[in-house]
């Protein structure tokens, strides 16, 4: 039996009830925002500490991802037998397990285990984010879901600014040194340099997991009451029957390519914005470049909270629809016309990014039962393998290319975005 599994929530008495649970859950997307994009300083970090292509420095999102997708479901399945809090607990100490082996691996300067210390932290967020999600939507009325998840994630992007700026000052460095200055160096100032880089992330990452187990150990402490599940029609007899139900689905197979999709270009856009700058604005350093990383993700958290108020107005596919449609022409811009403007072009996608992965996440679990929820939840989750597959993709565009021309897969992602909507305001009729 699960420690939050069946007691519907009524009135102002249920509210308090839930008030200090929904402040920790809240917490969580704070945390696992930092995490996501510290990653986007480590790409620019490594491929200086370790002298890697854009394709090697792409593998530190692959390796994260891959977390996601590998443990996802296994989380579903601890979620569904010890509940919730269980699983949030679990999460928080894989997430901080990763962030302390950090240290022994710049100790060794071994850039294979960094990437294995990421795919821990993925694999703690992957907890973190299968509980989190479907949490949220089941806080309220099921017509108010999808506002009430871009709600709660409005406040991941402080996370994710937090993560930045961790970077930006305690991680990067002014000092750039181009192929040919290393060239130019002793062999004793080089190894000195590129330690030095590598070593940079060693206390930052200390402190983030002192502090995440730190967390663990309060939620511990914390009680937690009973989740509220809304009367829905009975569950499948079996988890295969659940999983054929779901797979059988339109709209939900639909969320699922759409989630792949977004997922690639969230993380392909931020993770090659500080390239991307430096190659089309020369001299510009990385410390300096992320200073548009930054703006991104302002934008980010102005558009969640901006896109829960125009739900209000407008319905949540048709918002989808329209946002997505903006970033196709957004990302093509910054193809043809790379440079200061095209930068702007991309702080400006991150607006319009704003609304989806929630949009869609609750468009995929919406009207379900209890069971079908739950792995419905996982399987979103697992999708978030397209941030490894299509950062890798572009950085291969880029090393083959330039930096401009691999914002080509972003635009096609939002794309796909933009069929999805329209497919599910079919489904759903002229409503949605």
Known sequence: MTDDSSTPAAGATSAGRYALPLVLIVSLFFLWGTANNL???????????????????????????LGYFLIAMPAGIYMRRFGYKSAVIFGLVLYGIGALLFWPAAQNATY??????????????????????????????????????????????????????????FILS????????????????????????????????????????GWAVLILMTSFPKIAVPTEAPSKASEGGAL????????????????????????????????????????????????FLTAE????????????????????????ALFAVINVGLTLYAVLLPGLSGAYALAACSFFMSVMYPTIFALGVQGRSDDQRKLGSALLVMTIIGGAVLTALMGAVSDHSTMATAMLVPMGCFAVIACFAWQQRRLKGSAA
């Open 244 to 291: 054929r139900h779901l797979l059988g689905d339109k709209s939900f197979v639909g969320a699922l390519f759409a989630q792949f999709f977004y997922v690639g270009a969230q993380v392909g856009v931020w993770s090659y914005t500080i390239r991307y700058v430096q190659a089309n604005m020369h001299g510009t350093s990385a410390r300096d470049a992320a200073n």
């Open 39 to 65: 990653n986007d300083v480590l790409i620019a970090q490594f491929k200086k500490a370790f002298v890697l292509s854009d394709f090697g420095a792409g593998l530190v999102q692959s390796a994260f991802y």
């Open 174 to 213: 002014s000092i750039d040194r181009t192929p040919d200055q290393l060239a130019a160096m002793t062999a004793s100032a080089r190894t000195a340099y590129l330690l030095g880089e590598t070593r940079a992330v060693q206390w930052p990452y200390l402190f983030i997991g002192l502090a995440v187990l």
């Open 112 to 169: 294979g285990m960094f990437l294995f210390a990421l795919f821990v932290i993925a694999s703690g967020l992957a907890f973190l984010e299968t509980s989190a999600n479907p949490f949220v939507t089941l806080l309220g009325p099921p017509e108010t879901a999808t506002r009430r998840l871009n709600l709660a994630q409005a406040f991941n992007p402080l996370g994710s600014l937090a993560g930045i700026q961790i970077g930006q000052h």
């Open 297 to 320: 993700l302002v934008c980010f958290m102005v558009g969640r909270f901006a896109g829960a108020g125009l739900m209000k107005y407008i319905a949540p596919v048709r918002l989808l």
